[in-house]
């Protein structure tokens, strides 16, 4: 999966109801993708630390 260094806002410049929308709702997506990548971040992290904690298989 590959992802932009954009908001959503910012690609979609070219629909104003979508432009209208973030700025009375908030960008939902933009949101998901932090908390996702935080998600992501912390379950690696867990990974990480159980693997330490069981020791080599």
């Given at each position: 999966m590959t992802h932009q260094n954009t908001t959503?806002?910012?690609q979609h410049t070219d629909a104003p109801?979508?432009?209208e929308l973030v700025k009375e709702r908030?960008?939902?997506l933009e949101d998901t993708r932090q908390v996702a990548?935080?998600?992501l971040r912390q379950a690696e992290q867990a990974v990480r630390l159980s693997s330490?904690?069981?020791g080599p298989a």
């Open positions: 959503s806002t910012e109801i979508y432009a908030g960008d939902v990548a935080k998600v330490m904690r069981s």
